[in-house]
């Protein structure tokens, strides 16, 4: 039998890939567009051309089919996976009307249509008015409507980034339900679009027929059109395939198939995930996102900033990282893994909490990031690596709320994303979190987990499950070092436990002598 490929098309934050896998999942070619992550036109805005993505990945596919001798008729099927929470506006003819706003978008509207009194009690009694508030007013919906009413009402179809590239491949306003991480109208339970009498519906100011079909992942939605063919060099009539959202994609494109993986990306956002059958709210009325399995749900728990930090700290402080990287021919990352092994674990006693970014319940939205335990020892080595523990902290932590709340304990780790080719940075989440840190297989988990869909869908392997089993396995294992896990523990609950409770106060009076962050 001739070898079968799967085209996946991974459209992240700064850049696009376009990766054909085979059905035991290895990487086979890769073309990679960058991007300019967002143009921002006011403070706190992240705005990005819409059309500039479906160019970016018309190139990363022409450019594939000219670097490989893999020839375009083994391809069986194509899916995207995509940033999640990036929303394109498109008029009758499916043309953008607007720049998309982008998930990094922080602007916000006091104008929100009003919700009847009966739920307003509803939401006091419950003790959840101000997570409401605050979906109301981050929801790009409202602000678009409020701001840029014109825009609105010439708004025919409201889009996630994924379903407009679906629409640009096969022609249709189709949408996978892994896909739906946003401020949409969305029943997180029941995997569809709210019911008539949702309160979503009078909080939001969108009508039911300007959302896409959404389907589960792993159905046909379509065939690449001709004007796609063209376009990307993917041939006409090639099955396309609903996959999920970038991180639903990445837990099972790294093996996280059941409740007791952890599935922890250090991405521009850090995560940690478990997939589960069962509805489970890690923090009360935040619900589960849809897995990228159908019918099955994600517990995540996120740091906003995440691995932005290490960036953050290489752009302020990593030059001579960087230049020295450049002048031997290297790559940076090796170079910061020698300043992190500099440092000895617990980075002698300087401790970071990663909230960079507020959040909505946990933490709260006066949040802010703290570093403490600063002596005349420490050095910009310290501080690297004392981020790197801030953020493995701040995802055990969040393990063990997913864990209380599922009943199920984590005892298995799975780490993918950028971070994760750091070896210094796999060896302090194994000894953080006291449990063996196995590298996924692959670098491209998001785009395998699309992949995966595919083969899934087409049934070139059985079913889910088959597919997962067969296509992911574990890279290097990192076993906890006794020692270091020891120290970290007593650093975890005796000290970055008690941070965020001990500096909430300050943080609050920071917010309301200052005005920032923004009180909700």
């Not at 991180?247 to 099972?252: D, P």
């Not at 478990?274 to 009325?285: G, L, Q, R």
């Not at 690297?384 to 953020?391: C, D, F, M, T, V």
Request: with cysteine.
């Amino acid at each position: 039998m001739a070898e079968q490929y799967l085209l996946s098309i991974d459209n992240g934050t700064q850049s696009v890939r376009a990766l054909l896998f085979d059905l035991r999942g290895n990487l086979a070619a890769k073309t990679q567009v960058h991007l300019q992550p967002y143009f921002s036109d006011n403070p706190g805005w992240a705005e990005h051309s819409a059309d500039g993505y479906w160019k970016a990945v018309c190139v990363a596919c022409q450019r594939l089919w000219a670097e490989t001798d893999i020839p375009k008729s083994a391809v069986k099927g194509v899916a995207v996976t995509t940033q999640r929470g990036t929303v394109i506006n498109l008029d009758r003819d499916g043309n953008p009307l607007r720049p998309a706003i982008t998930w990094l978008d922080q602007r916000r509207t006091e104008q929100v249509p009003p919700l009847n009194a009966l739920w307003r009690t509803a939401f006091k009694v419950a003790g959840v008015s101000s997570t409401i508030e605050y979906f109301r007013r981050e929801a790009e919906i409202n602000w678009i409507a409020a701001h840029q009413p014109d825009i609105w009402a010439k708004t025919d179809k409201f889009l996630l980034l994924s379903g407009f590239l679906n629409y640009r491949l096969c022609g249709r306003m189709v949408d996978s339900i892994g896909s739906q991480v946003a401020y949409l109208p969305f029943d997180y339970k029941g995997h569809k679009w709210a019911g008539k009498r949702d309160w979503k519906w009078q909080a939001l100011a969108i009508k039911p027929d300007m959302l896409p079909e959404l389907v589960e992942p792993g159905t046909v939605i379509g065939a690449i059109t001709a004007a796609a063919a063209e376009a990307t060099g993917i041939p006409a009539g090639t099955p396309l395939v609903a996959a999920a959202a970038d991180k639903a994609c990445e837990v099972i494109g790294a093996g996280g198939l059941a409740p007791h993986i952890g599935c922890l990306s250090y991405g521009t956002t850090a995560t940690i995930n478990t997939t589960t059958k069962k509805y489970v709210e890690v923090t009360p009325f935040i619900p589960p996102y849809p897995a990228a399995i159908p019918g099955a749900y994600s517990t995540e728990v996120q740091i906003f900033r995440g691995y932005w930090m290490v960036n953050w700290f290489k752009e302020q402080f990593g030059h001579l990282e960087q230049a020295t990287a450049s002048e031997r021919g290297t790559a940076p990352e090796a170079m910061f893994d020698q300043l992190v092994e500099q440092v000895p674990p617990g980075s002698m006693g300087l401790m970071l909490q990663p909230y960079w970014s507020p959040g909505i319940r946990v933490p709260g939205p006066e949040a802010k990031g703290a570093m403490i335990g600063f002596g005349d020892v420490h050095t910009r080595a310290h501080m690297y690596r004392a981020i790197l523990e801030g953020l493995a902290y701040a995802l055990r932590e969040g393990k063990e709320r997913i864990e209380k709340r599922s009943g199920v304990a984590v005892t298995e780790l799975r780490v993918a994303g950028g971070g994760s080719q750091s070896d210094a940075a796999m060896q302090l989440t194994a000894d953080i979190f006291g449990l063996p840190a196995a590298r996924a297989h692959v670098y491209e988990t998001s785009g395998l987990g699309a992949a995966i869909a595919i083969a899934a869908g087409l049934g070139l392997h059985a079913d889910f499950d088959t597919a997962i089993r067969a296509m992911t396995r574990t890279g290097r294992v990192f076993q906890p070092i006794a020692a270091n896990q020891k120290m970290y523990d007593r650093l975890y609950r005796r000290v970055y436990l008690k941070m965020y409770e001990r500096l909430q106060p300050m943080y609050a009076e920071i917010a309301d002598i200052t005005g920032y962050p923004e009180q909700l």
